[in-house]
């Protein structure tokens, strides 16, 4: 297994030191993540899913509205949203009027809600989740959650600072360059085994997984 240095040295060598220690995100702890408001969540989870595919500042122009008539995204109001609400949300030029999406967004609160009955909060659900099993993460979240799939999850939780590596193509070029990890995250196997290789990174370098992916992605 290649060493961490190795690759961190190697993005020093294309990015320089000071540029590479700027693009790297800082995880939040469990207390930062639990104290950060459900709704919060469920507006990031849904500013992130209607950011898929078009240009991000386009969507935060229009965010305002979206909070407006998604009740503050507030879960337990979304959650219960009904047809009728959709067919007003689908006429108002405000918004983004993507069926999909919107449809996804009143599913994804009652989804949300589920998890705050049961953890007492997102947040609580997030911390309580182990750091060395996040694909596991993003595999509960995409079957829990509507438009979560590909690297949506990983963003979402990026995000919100909980720490994750994403599986980008950037990502997946290094892995393959560096450990000889083709097609990573392409298959059960090959995400079983990245996770080894991130958490066996972490226990070498004290770093986040989120650093690690970072890293790894300016390395090559």
Same mark, same amino acid.
């Given at each position: 297994m290649t060493a961490f240095e190795?690759?961190?040295?190697a993005a020093i060598e294309r990015h320089g030191e000071e540029a590479l220690k700027a693009r790297l995100p800082i995880a939040n702890d469990d207390t930062t993540l639990c104290q950060f408001p459900d709704d919060r969540y469920l507006s990031q989870m849904s500013l992130r899913i209607f950011s898929a595919g078009l240009k991000h500042d386009m969507v935060k122009t229009k965010w305002p509205a979206f909070e407006q008539a998604f009740h503050g995204f507030d879960p337990a109001k979304v959650g219960f949203m009904t047809d009728d609400d959709l067919d007003q949300l689908l006429g108002d030029t405000r918004l983004i009027r993507h069926g999909g999406k919107l449809r996804a967004t009143i599913h994804n609160g009652a989804a949300m809600q589920d998890i705050i009955s049961s953890h007492g909060s997102?947040?609580?659900?997030? #911390? =309580?989740? !182990?750091? $060395?099993? $996040?694909? @596991? *993460? *993003? =595999?509960? *979240?995409? %079957? &829990?959650? %509507?438009? *979560?799939? @590909?690297?949506? #999850?990983?963003?979402?939780?990026? /995000?919100? @600072?909980k720490d994750t590596f994403t599986m980008s193509k950037d990502v997946e070029r290094g892995l393959a360059h560096w450990q000889g990890l083709e097609n990573a995250g392409k298959s059960k196997t090959s995400r079983n085994q990245m996770q080894s290789i991130f958490n066996n990174w972490a226990s070498e370098t004290g &770093? !986040?997984?989120?650093?690690?992916? /970072?890293?790894?992605?300016?390395?090559?």
């Open positions: 190795v690759i961190y040295q997102f947040g609580a659900f997030l #911390a =309580e989740w !182990p750091g $060395t099993n $996040t694909i @596991g *993460l *993003l =595999e509960d *979240l995409g %079957k &829990r959650f %509507k438009h *979560l799939g @590909g690297n949506s #999850a990983a963003y979402f939780l990026r /995000m919100v @600072g &770093r !986040p997984h989120c650093q690690l992916s /970072m890293i790894l992605a300016l390395s090559t």
